[in-house]
Structure formats: structure tokens, C-alpha cells
């Protein structure tokens, strides 16, 4: 990567055009804002400034801070030339500063209350995460934090990587509180989402908030889902709710969604319809297992041969070998064309055991150590050598219903044994395990009723990285949709039950539909 590059990728550095720019602040005069100070806290060559002096005659100061020297110079003659051109007397101008300042060093709080009220905040903050600049290397980060107070594991598995501009945009509406002010600043459709939450949930001075949907390709050949996040302030708040338009000059908003219950919904009018089926969200759905290791662990078949992802033949005991699904094959329902070898059965198990119980698998895993000790997530530190992760008895259920986390659909697929073997599944799709068909077919023919499906479409952004998952979908109450559409409502009760009681590490319990033993303690 070269040095123009890595400084591009590292401070998110993609310049507002001033034509956009100034669309963005006619936006704002347009909703009836008349802002007393302005500021940019990342203001690059200045358009935003720029824009800012020419749209709003009755600002009186007027502030930008910048990391990049050369932005700072080239903001500051941006609007040198407006204040030359407009022909106002020098008495009558704003105060106008472009200071040169890492944003993470700067007291924004006391920045914010330094300026006299209304204050508009604008701006298009970088926009990159903390783990492509943790790649990097770069130092351009906040202190590390878990601000959110996620469980280890979560934070470990990537729920806590953040957009910089988060960070950013938190800190700066923290700053608002208590003020009457705007924030008008382009950013992701998903970070917009977490500004909003936190603003609703800790500060409660929210009194609007709006999104204006944006072509990122074409303003900065970004690929991304991005808009204008328009949020006004007032101490004494408002409802907590975002309208969503599809351009600056949108009329009628899309659609409406906001904070229910103590979480976002996407359509706040079908949640409010569907709301009865809104559980506590007890355990039953289940992420596949996580290996990071495909060319070991994931092997595909070759007449009568399995190779690995090394093109070697391999040799291993048939109870470590098992049908296997990712994400694309489930999406297109197809049969499993892979198998992937199971070290363990449950996270407790250590692998070692397969030295006396399965010494050919024992034997291939350390033949492959090499790459197996290679495995960069943190998630293995502290385990047992070759451990994989998200395997329990529930992952060798015989039947499941499952869904492709990573597919913009609710698309559930129900999965059955493959050669009187039970299908396992990758860390991209959420089951819920069954153990008879009996059991899969009613659960299918739950999840994919109407009621369900727009129940849990009210609580799904699509444009989320991976918009299903398992702690939404075990928001849905099965038994209340089961006694909703009058199917067997007792057994859909057990069901529910034994999942829960899996969770709580009791003894199994019998199946629902035969005399068989459910397996589900770990």
C-alpha cells in the first residue's frame, strides 16, 4: 500500500465536493435551522466551511479543526475567499478560526461550549473502522474502551469494532447535551443507527432525528450504505424516532423506525402490529461452529476419497467427520457438498481426548499444528491446542431449522441427516435444533407464517452487516405465535422449554415426539 493510500484508508480521508457540501446546508435551512455558531470538527480542505459562510448570513462564529497541516492552509484560504467575496463589512463578518488539532486530544465539551447557541455541527467524519486501523498500525484511535459494556465474547467475535465516526459523533453529541443545537453529518446508515441509540438511551435530549439517503458511490466511490444523520438538539428531548428519505430533497419519508421496548425496530408502525410476539429473548437459536482453519478443518469429497483444502487424502474416524453447510449452500438449499472435521463435542471437551479415542484425528491435527497454532482470534487464547468454537451437544441435533445469517432474506431452511448423519453449520447461520422431523416441520411452518415474518422484518435493518442473528431471533415467542395461529401450543411450549433448560445445563430431557433422549447437556 502506498504512502498516499495508507493515509487516505487511515484518516478516512474522502473530501466532501462543495456541492454537496452546500446541498447539506440548504437542507438545514429548509427545516427552519438558523444556527448563531458553526462547527466542523474534521473539516479537511473546508467545504463544509465553505458552504456554512455563504448559506447562513447570520451566523456569527464559525469554527473547523483539522488533523492534515496542508488541509488546515487550504481550509483556511476557502474561506478567506468567501469573506472576500461577500462584500460584508469587516465589523459585520463572523469570527472564523480553522485550527489545526487531533480530534481525539481536543476537549470538544469545552469546544461546544465556547460557542453561542444555536450551534450547528457539520461535517463528514473518516470513515473507517478501528480494526482497519489496527491493521495499519495507525495511532489515529481513541483509548480503547467498551463504552456498550459488551460480555468478552461478544467483544472478542467483532461486536466490538467500531466506525471511528461513531466514536467521533458520540462524543460530539455528549457535548450538545443540554444545548440547543444540530448535528448534520454524513456518515454509514449503521452508525447512524448507534449515534441515534446512544443519544436516546443515555442522553435523552434528542428532540428530531432524521436520515437523507446518499449515493456514496458516487460522491466517494464508496460501496457503502450512507446518508445525512440530521438530529436536533433540545434539553427537553423528544420521541425516539428517525425518519428515513431517500435523497437531500425527499419529500415523504420511506419509512419510520426507532427505539421500542429498549431496542430498534426497522418499521416501528408493523412492530407495534405484531408486538404481542415480542419474547424475552430466551436461548433456542444457535450460531453454527467457527473453526478459522478451512484448509484443515473443512474437507470435500473426491469419489471415495476426502481431501482437505491442501489437496491431501485424508484418513480419519467416521464419528469426527460430518456433513457440513455454509452460508451459500443453505442460501440455495443445497445438499452438503463438504464434510468438516470435529475435534470436540462440547467447548468444555479437550481435544486431546481424540489421542485415545480417535488417534488417526489426533494424528492429522498434529501434522497440521503448524497452521492450526497460526489461528489469529482471540477467541482460542487460553483454550485447549485445536479447540474450535460454537459446538455443543445442540450442534449434532439430527434435524434443524436454519437460516444464512450473512442474506439479505428470511429465508428459513429446514435441514435434515444427511446419510444418517446430523448436518452441521457454519458461524454464518443460526439454527434452532429439533430431534425429529415431527419437530422440524411445525417449527418451519411457524417461522415461515406471515405473523413471524413480518415480526421479525419490523426488527431487521438490511443494511446491517449481518442482519439476522441469533439474538433477534429468539425475540420471537414461539409459543405466543404458535397460540396465535393455532398450532399445538403445548408442544411448542416443551420445545421452548427444553432449549431453555439446555441453556441452563439441566439434565436432558425426553423428545416431544418420540421416546428417544434429548441431548442438551454440555
Not at 461452529?289 to 481431501?307: A, N, P, T
Not at 428470511?410 to 444418517?420: C, H, K, M, R, T
Not at 422484518?457 to 414461539?478: C, E, H
Amino acid at each position: 500500500m502506498g504512502d498516499a493510500t495508507r493515509q487516505k484508508v487511515e484518516f478516512g480521508d474522502f473530501q466532501t465536493p462543495l456541492a454537496l457540501a452546500r446541498e447539506v446546508c440548504a437542507l438545514v435551512v429548509r427545516q427552519g435551522f438558523r444556527p448563531a455558531a458553526v462547527l466542523e470538527p474534521t473539516c479537511g480542505t473546508g467545504a463544509f466551511l465553505q458552504a456554512a459562510l455563504e448559506t447562513f448570513p447570520e451566523v456569527s462564529c464559525v469554527r473547523g479543526f483539522e488533523i492534515n497541516p496542508e488541509y488546515v492552509e487550504q481550509a483556511r484560504r476557502a474561506v478567506e475567499q468567501v469573506q472576500r467575496i461577500d462584500g460584508v463589512g469587516v465589523s459585520s463578518r463572523p469570527s472564523v478560526a480553522v485550527h489545526g488539532a487531533d480530534f481525539f486530544d481536543t476537549d470538544w465539551p469545552k469546544v461546544l461550549a465556547s460557542l453561542p447557541e444555536p450551534i450547528l455541527v457539520l461535517g463528514n467524519p473518516p470513515w473507517v473502522t478501528q480494526a482497519e486501523l489496527g491493521s495499519l498500525g495507525s495511532r489515529n484511535l481513541p483509548a480503547r474502551s467498551n463504552p456498550d459494556r459488551l460480555r468478552g465474547i461478544d467483544a472478542r467475535t467483532g461486536k466490538s469494532n467500531f466506525d471511528i465516526s461513531e466514536w467521533m459523533l458520540r462524543r460530539l453529541l455528549d457535548g450538545l447535551a443540554g444545548k440547543q443545537g444540530m448535528l448534520a453529518v454524513l456518515c454509514k446508515t449503521t452508525v447512524a443507527r448507534k449515534v441515534l441509540l446512544h443519544g436516546w438511551q443515555k442522553l435523552r435530549t434528542i428532540a428530531s432525528a432524521s436520515i437523507y439517503l446518499l449515493d456514496a458511490l458516487r460522491y466517494f466511490g464508496a460501496a457503502v450504505d450512507a446518508g445525512l444523520l440530521v438530529l436536533e438538539c433540545h434539553p427537553a428531548g423528544g420521541l425516539p424516532e428517525c425518519q428515513v428519505y431517500d435523497s437531500l430533497d425527499g419529500g415523504r419519508p420511506l419509512s419510520r423506525w426507532g427505539l421500542r421496548d429498549g431496542m430498534l425496530v426497522s418499521d416501528l408502525q408493523g412492530y407495534e402490529r405484531w408486538r404481542e410476539l415480542r419474547g424475552t429473548g430466551s436461548p433456542g437459536w444457535r450460531s453454527g461452529i467457527k473453526h478459522d482453519c478451512r484448509q484443515v478443518f473443512e474437507l470435500r469429497r473426491d469419489r471415495d476419497r476426502l481431501l482437505n483444502g491442501l489437496g491431501e487424502v485424508v484418513d480419519l474416524e467416521a464419528d469426527r467427520v460430518f456433513p457440513w453447510l455454509k452460508s451459500s449452500d443453505l442460501a440455495a438449499r443445497l445438499p452438503p457438498r463438504r464434510a468438516i472435521v470435529i475435534p470436540q463435542r462440547t467447548l468444555t471437551e479437550d481435544p486431546a481426548v481424540l489421542r485415545l479415542q480417535a488417534p488417526k484425528t489426533w494424528k492429522y491435527l498434529l501434522d497440521h499444528a503448524h497452521l492450526l497454532d497460526k489461528r489469529r482470534s482471540s477467541i482460542y487464547r487460553n483454550r485447549p491446542r485445536f479447540s474450535i468454537f460454537g459446538v455443543g451437544t445442540y450442534s449434532f441435533a439430527p434435524w434443524k431449522v436454519a437460516i444464512a445469517g450473512l442474506y439479505k432474506k428470511l429465508d428459513f431452511v429446514p435441514v435434515s441427516p444427511w446419510n444418517a448423519r446430523p448436518v452441521l453449520l457454519d458461524d454464518t447461520c443460526y439454527f434452532f435444533p429439533c430431534w425429529s422431523a415431527e419437530e422440524c416441520r411445525l417449527l418451519h411452518d411457524l417461522l415461515t407464517s406471515p405473523p413471524a415474518l413480518e415480526f421479525l422484518s419490523a426488527l431487521i435493518f438490511w443494511d446491517a452487516k449481518r442482519p439476522v442473528t441469533a439474538q433477534l431471533l429468539n425475540l420471537l415467542d414461539l409459543v405466543a405465535l404458535a397460540r396465535f395461529v393455532g398450532k399445538k401450543e403445548e408442544v411448542v411450549r416443551r420445545i421452548v422449554q427444553r432449549q431453555e433448560a439446555c441453556s441452563r445445563l439441566l439434565p436432558s430431557q425426553p423428545s416431544l415426539f418420540d421416546e428417544g433422549v434429548t441431548e442438551c447437556s454440555e
